[in-house]
């Protein structure tokens, strides 16, 4: 079974609202947890990464005000779309290690800003 | 800098044989590398890792190899299923800085035919 959820599965939008979409790690504890955007056709692309307890930390290029980050407890982080564009539809995925070895991804959650 | 490589954009391979699913880094200092299945539009679903001390690992129809000195890894699945049939992403991981931050390569599809 899934190790890792994310919520909403998808979710259409008007241009200027927010967005929030949440990553639960089931089964074990992670104090760090990763943000991935896929564009078509091409590889993730990492946004960046949750800490529980601390800020997160952002990829260059990625603006930190635009995607707000959250490691509100040690099973889950979520990723705020602030003032979504419809440049901002994607595929976001989140990952989180259960330990060196291991690291499971969240199903996706596909976000359309109309 | 592509520090993970898959220099194979896509395989095909007849349902019942092995396929060999290849990638080289060249950072000697990764510790651990993953492989990934991934279909479109999901999250990548882990499949197997493997030490940077270790030169195998095996876990069910999936055996990774790894050659520290060719700095050269593959992923092995016998016997192939049509349902193996999907991008696979290797990744991996460096000891310091962020932990579990993944290194991924672009991907490898594999087509299994019948």
């Known amino acids: 079974g899934a190790v890792v959820s994310q919520h909403p599965s998808r979710v259409i939008c008007k241009s200027g609202t927010s967005v929030k979409i949440e990553c639960r790690s089931l089964?074990?504890?992670?104090?760090?947890m990763f943000w991935y955007r896929q564009f078509p056709k091409k590889s993730l692309m990492l946004m960046a990464t949750?800490?529980?307890?601390?800020?997160?930390?952002?990829e260059q290029g990625v603006e930190k005000d635009k995607f707000l980050i959250n490691h509100a407890s040690l099973t889950l982080s979520t990723l705020t779309v602030t003032s979504a564009h419809p440049e901002d539809s994607s595929f976001y995925i989140c990952?989180?290690?259960?330990?060196?070895?291991?690291?499971?991804f969240g199903p996706g959650t596909r976000l359309l800003v109309l | 800098d592509q520090q993970v490589k898959q220099n194979s954009p896509s395989l095909s391979v007849q349902e019942g044989r092995i396929s060999i699913l290849n990638c080289d880094y060249t950072?000697?200092?990764?510790?651990?590398f993953l492989w990934y299945k991934k279909y479109p539009a999901e999250g990548p679903t882990f499949l197997i890792s493997?030490?940077?001390?270790?030169d195998k690992n095996e876990d069910g129809r999936f055996t990774v190899f790894l050659n520290k000195s060719a700095k050269h890894l593959s992923l092995h699945i016998v016997p192939s299923q049509p349902g193996d049939s999907a991008v696979y992403f290797c990744?991996?991981?460096?000891?310091?800085?962020?932990?579990?931050?993944?290194?991924f390569g672009t991907g490898t599809r594999l087509q299994v035919t019948l």
């Open positions: 990952s989180a290690p259960k330990d060196r070895k291991t690291q499971y």
């Open positions: 089964d074990f504890q992670a104090t760090t």
């Open positions: 949750s800490n529980e307890g601390s800020k997160a930390t952002y």
């Open positions: 950072n000697s200092m990764f510790d651990y």
């Open positions: 493997i030490s940077s001390i270790k």
């Open positions: 990744a991996a991981t460096l000891p310091t800085g962020t932990a579990s931050k993944l290194t």
